[in-house]
């Protein structure tokens, strides 16, 4: 789903095609700037349009898109200014990585979402796009905190049982907001199968789940953030009207200018380091899969 995301259209598209997808499919929920445009430039884009209330029909429009456009193929669901990698992702291509998941019978892959963001104080950060992907290279796991999943999830079958559930991220950090950073992006759907689409748009039931994690880095925090908060306030159209927002508002009113690089965050190099870290899992049979690919490609 997009909306108002001129500044972001081209990269996140650039991105998804050169990452491997056959076809995507946009939801524009009332754009007034040059998304639209933009989108429809690239052919294996097709783009559908509604002014329904976000807030109201958020997970209604996202599984009408899997239910329609996604059966009997793998769907990954992806904000606009969220992008999808996985562990080895420089060893193993895309359609690798499917054929993994198809051969172990998975259903599901778990992904957590990670912050990035820049060096330096609110008023320096970047504008959205392609210089902010440049920028924005500064990740901070202090504030991902383990827990209990919700009930639903209970209802997945999980290959790795010890498969970590997250919240809070850096929106705690700067905002007190400890949201949901765990998300379903990547799933096989078939209709009438056990896989059950759920209404929060996070989250899915009766899937297998697989024994490698993904990442969907997320950048937020742009030169506009504070005037995109103020928006969201106005509309009240986010998950609980818009709360998280109201927070960074007050945070931002407060004074001081925000600097969200503290002493243990750490740069991106590559998605492989957040497998050291321990934020994404890696299970032994996934590493002999990608082992395997890798040999088998030297030979030839």
């Known amino acids: 789903m997009v909306r108002d995301a001129e500044g972001w259209i081209e990269v996140w598209l650039e991105h998804y095609l050169r990452l491997g997808v056959d076809e995507i499919v946009l939801l524009d929920n009332g754009s007034i700037d040059d998304t639209v445009d933009r989108a429809l430039r690239e052919p294996r884009v097709t783009l559908l349009r509604s002014t329904l209330p976000f807030r109201r029909y958020d997970s209604t429009f996202k599984r009408y898109l899997i239910e329609r456009f996604g059966d009997g193929r793998w769907c990954l669901q992806a904000d606009i200014d969220e992008f999808f990698d996985y562990p080895f992702s420089d060893l193993l291509p895309f359609a690798a990585f499917m054929e993994y998941l198809?051969?172990?019978?998975?259903?599901?892959?778990?992904?957590?979402?990670?912050?990035?963001?820049?060096?330096?104080?609110?008023?320096?950060?970047?504008?959205?796009?392609?210089?902010?992907?440049?920028?924005?290279?500064?990740?901070?796991?202090?504030?991902?905190?383990?827990?209990?999943?919700?009930?639903?999830?209970?209802?997945?079958?999980f290959a790795d049982p010890h498969m970590p559930f997250y919240r809070g991220g850096v929106l705690y950090q700067a905002f007190g907001a400890r949201i949901v950073a765990t998300k379903f992006p990547l799933i096989f759907y078939r209709a009438g199968g056990r896989l059950d689409l759920r209404r929060h748009g996070h989250f899915c039931r009766g899937a297998h789940v697989a024994d490698v994690s993904a990442v969907l880095y997320h950048y937020k925090y742009d030169r506009g953030f504070g005037e995109r908060c103020r928006k969201f306030v106005e509309r009240g159209q986010h998950f609980d009207r818009a709360g998280l927002y109201r927070a960074a508002l007050e945070r931002l009113a407060a004074g001081g200018d925000l600097v969200l690089r503290r002493e243990p965050a750490r740069r991106l190099a590559h998605v492989n380091q957040l497998v050291d870290d321990g934020l994404l899992r890696v299970s032994a049979a996934y590493r002999t899969f990608v082992d395997e690919r890798r040999t088998a490609g030297e030979r030839h």
């Not at 912050?115 to 920028?135: I, N, V, Y």
């Open 102 to 157: 198809n051969r172990g019978g998975y259903t599901a892959v778990m992904a957590t979402m990670l912050d990035l963001f820049a060096d330096g104080p609110l008023s320096g950060w970047p504008p959205a796009g392609r210089q902010m992907l440049e920028q924005c290279v500064w990740y901070d796991l202090t504030g991902l905190v383990p827990c209990r999943p919700w009930r639903l999830l209970w209802r997945n079958r």
